[in-house]
């Protein structure tokens, strides 16, 4: 048993020496240029305007829990609905509660407004 634990180990290990030594090597022998155009944009060519840390909107984060919310909706429902017959009363019991919290967690956000539109 403790042959299966020391390969992991030392799969382990190797992994993070050869990161560490990865990120030294590219840390002493990579370019160190510091010149006019470093710090141009090089993506779009557009220049930059305004600072990269804005503020989002609250929107922004009632539809992300939105989507979260449905998404594990989702993840959980497709295993269940594959064993249902084997889950019996105790599983589909379960099965109310679960759909009880997502329902409440869905009225919360149409309440707050995420699902409508500007």
């Not at 990579?30 to 909107?57: M, N, T």
């Not at 497709?78 to 249902?84: C, D």
């Amino acid at each position: 048993m403790r042959e299966s634990y020391i390969t992991i180990l030392m799969y382990i290990t190797f992994v993070l020496v050869n990161g560490v030594i990865m990120l030294a090597l590219s840390h002493f022998f990579g370019p160190r240029r510091q010149g006019r155009g470093k710090f141009d944009p090089y993506e779009c060519g557009v220049p930059i305007r305004d600072e990269a840390h804005k503020r989002f909107p609250v929107k922004f984060y009632l539809i992300a829990t939105l989507f979260i919310l449905f998404d594990i909706e989702t993840v959980f429902l497709i295993p269940w609905s594959v064993t249902y017959k084997q889950a019996g009363v105790t599983g589909f019991l379960y099965l109310l509660v679960f759909l009880a919290v997502l329902t409440s967690g869905f009225i919360y956000l149409w309440r707050r407004g995420a699902l409508e539109w500007d």
